[in-house]
């Protein structure tokens, strides 16, 4: 299925080089020259990705990003940030906002769209069945169930939209912040510390299957789900 990406720029040369890159890559492509034309066209048709230019007149590229992950129509869809060289690249304001990779001016679309299958890939990393595989670890999505091998987990409600959430975005640090807007929406109130409460548990929901080592603590920053040590 052709995969829709939304690109907001407001340098027409830009958007219009990237559009027709995308395109002969079997992309859809929809067009937003700033935020509130990129606002419109995500309650049009939500997208499978944005790419979101950094400098935007208006509403900056990093303030719409944050906007769009407190909106629940566009909360999941990943966000590929471009910014110019010699551009200030604040990685960890990036990191809160929500910002799954950057891509720095100027780029070739051949790389911009080798980066784009990359973060659809890991944003939705199934096979199509909805069953997801990492590490001996196996979540079947439709049916809602977790198998460590052959085995089936008995798993919590929150253990396991933490568990779905990671296993869908793997080999990506989370801040607790972050986790807090996608496991357990932005618009409760729940301290940080919930979500150390809730990752301990699932280590301990793992542990018997030898597999808590895939959800790594990244010290001062969060949490990552990770087949790598
Ligand atoms: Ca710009």
Redesign the pocket.
């Known amino acids: 299925m052709q995969k829709r990406i939304l690109i907001v720029?407001?340098?027409a040369s830009i958007r219009e080089m990237v559009a027709f890159a995308l395109r002969k890559a079997d992309m859809a492509v929809a067009q937003a020259a700033d935020a509130r034309e990129a606002l419109l066209a995500i309650a049009d048709a939500p997208p499978d990705l944005i790419l979101l230019?950094?400098?935007?007149p208006g509403m900056s590229g990093l303030e719409l990003a944050r906007r769009l992950r407190q909106e629940a129509a566009s909360a999941e869809v990943p966000i590929i940030m471009l910014t110019?060289r010699g551009e200030e690249i604040d990685r960890v304001n990036g990191l809160e906002a929500g910002v799954d990779d950057y891509v720095v001016k100027p780029f070739s679309t051949r790389e911009l769209v080798a980066r784009i299958r990359a973060v659809l890939r890991r944003s939705q990393g199934d096979d199509g069945t909805g069953s997801i595989e990492i590490g001996g670890l196996r979540i079947d999505a439709p049916a809602q169930r977790v198998y460590a091998g052959d085995e089936l987990v008995s798993i919590g409600p929150t253990e396991y939209r933490l568990l779905h959430f990671f296993m869908t975005h793997t080999e990506r640090v989370y801040s607790r912040a972050q986790l807090l807007d996608h496991v357990w929406g932005g618009n409760v109130y729940v301290e940080e510390r919930t979500v150390d409460v809730h990752v301990r548990r699932l280590r301990k929901t793992l542990e018997p299957y030898g597999l808590e080592r895939l959800l790594q603590t990244v010290r001062g920053t969060g949490y990552r789900l990770s087949v790598k040590a």
């Open positions: 720029e407001d340098e230019d950094w400098m935007l110019a």
